[in-house]
């Protein structure tokens, strides 16, 4: 296969998704709100420094963001009946996932940058490192929306049973990536949990761009990132390839 | 020279042999039509032949491509009507078919004439910007054929096309089979409709547990069985199934209050039912004489299950 047929159907398969699955005012307007829920769950009220709050708010909205519908889509379709279809057009299962992480990616890109600009509006806070910030930004989306269709690898029909596993997965980092507890102060199992989870690399990276202190030096993170990118691909494909006629 | 062909396939889900060594080769602008009752492998194999799914052994071949070392390169060869294959419902017609002609890599000048031409002829025009969750199943099918002959397909896969469709659809949808096929499109079809594939197709295949029992033209298949042949006839009184016992007839059975009487001889039992009417003093109501019948050589070639 010539690498711009492939091109063309990842960025078709995006253009489809984001068309059908992510232009919609409800996903929109939940991708907005939701950051400003978490703000005003995780900071207001609380005495916390902005610069230790913000890296790890901005990470988590990137990856609930990127992470969000990706899970979703192919067990949508494959109860809409339109899976099958899709596999018959000249794809290939690769195609497929790339173009459900492009989709996943560019919307966790546009609501995060939504987020820090209006954070930078309202906010007291400087950006040290706008390399080390966009780098962030373009990994972390890539790893999360990559997380997200990796979660739709079950292939079930129901949607609703993939919300809930999805839950089960994204939730519990939250907890162990140094969003709510630095990870200079992580101790023990919690240290140990905090280097299995890709967002703590994030968050670090997060830190880094915006003036905080990072634990890890960039390189570290950004290889990190890269290998939970592959990671995740690989294993999607193959569950993919596996699971691809179960549910239709 | 030879369209698709199908070597040795084979295909198991779990301990289910769905496809057993199928093997077939379908000729460049042939209507060819696979028949076979529910379970038999149709669905699987029309997957195995559009690369959806990956057999477990033996080769497919499309248009001299092997699809299984170039699947994107056969793809593009061909327009998939799948069983499940339906369109996008939060799309409207023609977003539909832009999205499919995007996937054959088709650009926006050409996208626009050959949408256009589409949508006037499969009666879609007035609803193009509609979206398709306000559609009929029919007009739904109509976007789903539009889809799949976007990009004037070298073969056109169709499975199941005209199921469960109002009788205008059904019509329109056979007409456009037809029309695709004079432009030297060949058609794979399979379909549960025997008098639909005797009408369209050339040649018909008919599969059973995931085993092919016959591949040849219609009208052969029909004469596969002499008795395929009858004779319908009703009287004015009732009369008992043992008044008909002969030679020259294999079978008999009843349709509402008429008799059919299979033979491979029907100018002997129609002079045998008339001899019978004259000795009882009955009188012949209607008396019809049936050519050999595609449902029958398929329900026997299937083993009674339709």
């Not at chain 1, 091109?7 to 005012?25: C, D, M, P, Q, S």
């Not at chain 2, 199934?241 to 294999?250: C, P």
Request: aromatic share 10%; charged share 20%; glycine share 8%.
């Amino acid at each position: 296969m010539s690498s711009s047929v492939f091109l063309r159907g990842v960025l078709v398969t995006a253009e489809k998704n984001i068309k059908i699955y992510y232009n919609k005012a409800p996903v929109l307007i939940f991708g907005l709100l939701f950051p400003l829920f978490m703000f005003f769950a995780f900071y207001m009220g609380r005495k916390i420094e902005l610069s230790v709050f913000l890296p790890g708010f901005l990470a988590m909205t990137l990856f609930f963001t990127s992470s969000s519908v990706g899970p979703l889509i192919t067990p949508w379709e494959k109860q809409a009946g339109t899976y099958e279809r899709l596999l018959s057009f000249p794809v290939s299962v690769n195609t497929v996932i790339l173009g459900d992480v492009v989709a996943g990616s560019l919307f966790g890109f546009i609501i995060t940058s939504v987020v820090m600009i209006v954070c930078a509006i309202f906010l007291d806070f400087v950006v040290t490192n706008i390399v080390v910030l966009v780098v962030a930004m373009i990994l972390g989306t890539l790893c999360f929306a990559s997380l997200g269709v990796l979660l739709a690898s079950p292939s079930v029909r129901s949607p609703s049973h993939i919300m809930m596993f999805s839950s089960l997965i994204r939730f519990p980092l939250i907890f162990i990536s140094g969003i709510f507890i630095p990870l200079q102060e992580l101790r023990g199992t919690g240290r140990i949990l905090s280097y299995i989870s890709p967002l703590t690399y994030l968050v670090d990276m997060f830190h880094a761009g915006l003036g905080g202190t990072s634990v890890f030096p960039f390189a570290v993170d950004l290889l990190v990132l890269i290998f939970f990118i592959c990671g995740f691909l690989f294993i999607a494909t193959l569950f993919y390839k596996r699971n691809m006629m179960k549910g239709l | 020279m030879v369209a698709i062909r199908a070597e040795s396939l084979q295909k198991k889900f779990g301990k289910i042999i769905a496809v057993d060594n199928v093997s077939f080769d379908v000729e460049e602008g042939e209507i060819f039509g696979f028949l076979g009752p529910n379970g038999a492998g149709k669905t699987t194999t029309i997957r195995l032949l559009t690369g959806i799914l990956t057999p477990d052994a033996g080769n497919v071949t499309i248009e001299g491509i092997n699809l299984g070392n170039n699947p994107i390169e056969a793809k593009m060869m061909m327009g998939v009507i799948p069983e499940t294959g339906n369109v996008y419902v939060d799309l409207t017609a023609k977003q539909n078919m832009y999205l499919a002609g995007k996937y054959y890599g088709m650009t926006k000048e050409v996208l626009k004439k050959k949408s256009e031409g589409l949508l006037s002829h499969l009666g879609l025009y007035e609803r193009r910007n509609d979206h398709v969750k306000t559609f009929s199943k029919g007009m739904r099918q109509r976007v789903s054929i539009a889809c799949a002959i976007i990009h004037s397909p070298n073969i056109l896969f169709l499975d199941e096309p005209t199921e469960g469709l109002d009788v205008q659809s059904r019509r329109l949808v056979i007409e456009t089979i037809n029309q695709m096929n004079e432009t030297g499109c060949t058609v794979f079809l399979t379909t549960h409709n025997i008098e639909e594939a005797n009408k369209l197709c050339e040649r018909v295949c008919i599969i059973d547990k995931g085993k092919i029992v016959a591949i040849d033209n219609p009208e052969k298949l029909k004469n596969t069985f002499d008795e395929t042949q009858s004779i319908e006839v009703s009287f004015n009184k009732k009369v008992k199934r043992d008044l008909f016992a002969s030679d020259f007839i294999s079978k008999i059975d009843t349709s509402g209050d008429k008799w059919l009487l299979y033979t491979n001889n029907p100018d002997k039992v129609v002079k045998h039912v008339v001899a019978l009417a004259e000795k009882n003093g009955l009188r012949i109501i209607s008396i019809t004489t049936c050519g050999p019948s595609l449902e029958e050589a398929f329900v026997r070639l299937t083993g009674g299950k339709e």
